[in-house]
C-alpha cells in the first residue's frame, strides 16, 4: 500500500491555567503514592533502545490483531469485501486508533506537566514529573510506530479534541487528573490490554506491554489523589465532576466508533457510521472498553443516579460490580 496521509494539521493552542506552586513543605507525605514514585524511577525504558525497532509488521495487518476486533466484523460489508478491502480496513482502522491514541500521549504529557507545577502534595508532584518522563516516552514510540510502520494516519477526532480541551483547559486542578488519568486512560488501558492479549506480534505485544505498565501506574495514581480530593468536596462542587464525567464518558464512547476512516476508504460515511452503532460485535468492543473506567467512578465516589443514568444509556453498568485490578505495587 501507498504512503497515505490524511491532511496534515497545523496544531491548536489551548490556554492552560495553571499556579506555580512553591511548596515550603519538603515532605512526602503519601505512602502509596511515595510506592508508585519509586516503582516508576526503576521501571524507565528507552523507546530506542529496549524494543527492537528491526522487527518487520505483517502488511495485511500491522498489528496482527485477529478481525473480529474490527467493528465492522461480521456486517454484510465485512462480508462484500474481497482480501485487499479487508486489508484497507485493517490499516484505516489501526492507523485511525493508534492515531488517536498518539494525540492523548501528546495530551497526557501536558497534562502531568501541569500537575506537577501546581499540586499541593509533593508525593503527587513527584509522580506528575516522573509521568512527564513516561509520557515523552510515549510519545516518541506511538510516533515511532504511526510514521514508520503504519501507512496511515489520523487528525485527533472531534469528540476527543473536544475532551482534551476541557481537561487540560480547566482552572481545576481535579478535573484536569480525572479527565486525563480516569477517562482518558482508563479507556487507553483497556484499549492496551486488548492488544496485548490478541495481537500475533511480539514486538507489538512487547511495545503494548511495557506503555500498559507505564499508564497502570498513572491510572493508580490518578485514582488515589481524585479518592481523597472526592471525598473532601462539597455536595455542589461534585456536581460539576458529576457533569464532566457524564459528558466525558458520552464522548469517548462515540469516539470509538471511529467514524472518520470511512469516508477516506470510499465508503459512505453516514451509512457506515450508523451501522457501527447498531452493530452487536461493536457495541460490545465499545461496551468492554469501558471495564476499568466504571468500577473507578464507583470508587472515587462520583456514581451518582446522574453518572449511573449516562453508563445505563451506554449500557456499561454492568461493569460496576468489578473489582479494580492492578496499577498499585
Ligand atoms: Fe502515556
Ligand atoms: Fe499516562
Redesign the pocket.
Known sequence: MDMERAAPETGIRWTMPVDAFMSDDYECHESRLNKLYEKAKGAQWDVATDVDWKSELDPDNPLGMPDPTLLIYGSELWERLDTKGRKEVRHHAQGWMLSQILHG?QA?LIC?SKLASAEDSLSARLCAAV?VA??AR?VEAYAKLVNEKLTVSYPMSQSLKGLLENTISSSALDITNLG??VLV?GI?LSIFQNVVAYSKDPFIKDLFTRIHR??A???AVGRITLTRIYSEMSSTELKEREEFVSEGARVLYDHLCADDIWSPMGFAKEACSAMVRESRVASSIRRAIFRRLVPTIRELGLLTPRVRDTFEKLDVIDYEAMPLAGGEP
Open positions: 500521549e497526557a502531568a509521568q513516561d509520557e510515549h486525563m488519568q486512560e487507553a507505564d499508564e501506574r498513572h491510572f
